[in-house]
Structures are given as structure tokens and as C-alpha cells.
């Protein structure tokens, strides 16, 4: 019995320690950082996957279009409360040639979620955007 | 002495035991790496509120200590009447009995979405008004309020 609960003893100490080494479970909330290199858009509409936008709700993002070979892209940072109606919070504008660099720099209150969204507009045939985002914890 | 049958029972316990704990923990990791974990974000979510009635309310939400506010509604549909309308007003209260304007909004008169990105309130509730106009036989919208710090 006693080894029984030695082992026990070893093992709930070694996940403790993994998972406070992880970040998840030392007390400090990971930092809300979405960072999507080198999308390429060949569509209509792009979504990025989303953040949760932390306790503050407040997010930094930067957009860069770094190619566009045809037609022109609109960029909108969207948010959401149940990571499915999705709303527009900023439009960054319209981008027709590359490059194109757009920065929101937080000064907004977000819903629970956010998101980067890319249309893109007269089928462009390749169109590559780098995008993040920062979430204050 | 430890018979045979306490190590055939200690040995599946001990197994169990152990998958429950990895169990648990991949639970933990994935509340953690989705970011909800450890979250308090007073939410009113009500979707898909159908109705004909002139004027009415959402849900209350209780913001607690929380008076920085997203705000969002949004029409989906609208029919009936004589140039119906809706307007939407943000309302806010210490009580949840005496209830003030925080804001107001535009007529919609087709589906659209009012959205307010700056609401700071310093009251403990929370909810959206709306009327209509030109008698609709429908109105139907989404309501969502989330307060942070």
C-alpha cells in the first residue's frame, strides 16, 4: 500500500510540474498570441482561426499583404461572443497592390473572440498576407 | 505478505488511476491553449429573439465589477407592416429595477447590425431596448454584450 501511494505520490508531482512548465497551470495566463504566416488567399474569404481576446478584450493585430498578383483584397478585424455570428470591428481598408500594411493597436473593447478576415476581390491568383495578433492576458 | 489477489487488484486500480489523471490534465491543457480557462466574461447572449410587440428588452446582463463593454445586435429579419423599423438602445442600471439609456442607435430598416466597440459603464446592469415602428409582423435579432475590466 505504501508503494501504491508513492507512485501516485511521483506521478501527481511529475504533472504538476509539467503542466506548471507548461504555463497552464503555474498561475500565469498564457499571453492570447495568434501568429498565421504566409497565408495564401486564393478565395473569397479567408479566416485566420481565432483568439480569445483575453480578460481586457483588447487586442493589437498587424496585417501585411506581401503579394498580390490579380484583383485586390479588404482586411477586417471581426469579433464574436459565440465563435459563430462573426461582426466587423475595424476594416482596414483595401488593398489593390502589394504591399499593403494596416495596424490596430487595441484601443477598442472586443467581444469574447477575434479574428483577422481577408475577402478577396476579382479572384486574385495568388495572394499572400502575414497576420498577428496580441491579446493582453 | 501480500497475497497474489491484492496485486491483481492494486495493479488495475493504480492503471485507472493513472488514465484519470492523464485524462484530467489534457482536459486542463485544452482549456488552457483555447484561452477560456481562468476567464470571468459576463455574457448576454440571446439569439434569434423573434417578436411583433412594439417595444421590449433582452435578457439582463449583471456586469459585476466589469464596466468595459462590447456590445452588439443585430437584425436578421424584418417583415411585415408599413416600412417597419427597429431601434436598439443600450441600457444600464444600478438596480436592475430603474434602467437608463447608454446609448442609442439608428432605425434599421433591413437586416443590419449595430455595434457599439467603446461602451464603458459604470453600473452594475446591463440589457438592450428596442422599438419598432410601422407595425412588423416579425422582428427577429441576435443580442450580445461581453464586459471586460
Given amino acids: 500500500m505504501r508503494r501504491t501511494l508513492s507512485i501516485l505520490g511521483i506521478i501527481a508531482v511529475a504533472c504538476f510540474i509539467g503542466s506548471a512548465r507548461a504555463g497552464t497551470g503555474s498561475g500565469d495566463a498564457p499571453r492570447a498570441t495568434f501568429v498565421e504566416l504566409d497565408l495564401q488567399a486564393e478565395f473569397g474569404g479567408a479566416s485566420t482561426g481565432r483568439v480569445v481576446t483575453g480578460s481586457q478584450g483588447r487586442c493589437a493585430a498587424r496585417l501585411n499583404v506581401t503579394a498580390l498578383a490579380i484583383g485586390n483584397l479588404d482586411s477586417f478585424l471581426q469579433t464574436s461572443s459565440d465563435d459563430v455570428n462573426w461582426y466587423t470591428a475595424v476594416s482596414f481598408g483595401n488593398c489593390a497592390a502589394a504591399p499593403c500594411s494596416y495596424t490596430h493597436l487595441g484601443t477598442i473593447q472586443l467581444l469574447r473572440y477575434a479574428r483577422l478576415f481577408v475577402v478577396a476581390n476579382g479572384s486574385p491568383s495568388l495572394a499572400t498576407v502575414d497576420m498577428i495578433m496580441d491579446c493582453p492576458p | ?149
Avoid at chain 2, 428596442?130 to 422582428?139: D, F, I, K, V
Fill in chain 2, 1 to 149: 505478505m501480500r497475497t497474489t489477489k491484492q496485486k491483481y487488484i492494486r495493479i488495475p486500480l493504480l492503471l485507472a488511476l493513472l488514465a484519470g489523471l492523464v485524462w484530467a490534465l489534457a482536459l486542463y491543457d485544452r482549456a488552457a491553449a483555447d484561452g477560456t480557462s481562468g476567464l470571468n466574461i459576463p455574457s448576454l447572449e440571446q439569439t434569434a429573439l423573434s417578436t411583433s410587440a412594439a417595444s421590449g428588452t433582452s435578457n439582463v446582463l449583471d456586469a459585476g465589477e466589469n464596466g468595459s463593454c462590447a456590445a452588439v445586435a443585430e437584425l436578421t429579419a424584418l417583415s411585415g407592416g408599413s416600412s417597419p423599423g427597429v431601434t436598439y438602445k443600450v441600457q444600464t442600471s444600478p438596480n436592475g429595477t430603474n434602467w437608463y439609456d447608454a446609448t442609442s442607435h439608428a432605425a434599421c430598416t433591413a437586416a443590419c447590425v449595430k455595434t457599439e466597440y467603446t461602451l464603458r459603464v459604470y453600473m452594475r446592469y446591463l440589457r438592450f431596448s428596442w422599438a419598432t415602428t410601422g407595425t412588423p409582423s416579425t422582428a427577429t435579432t441576435n443580442f450580445y454584450i461581453n464586459c471586460f475590466r
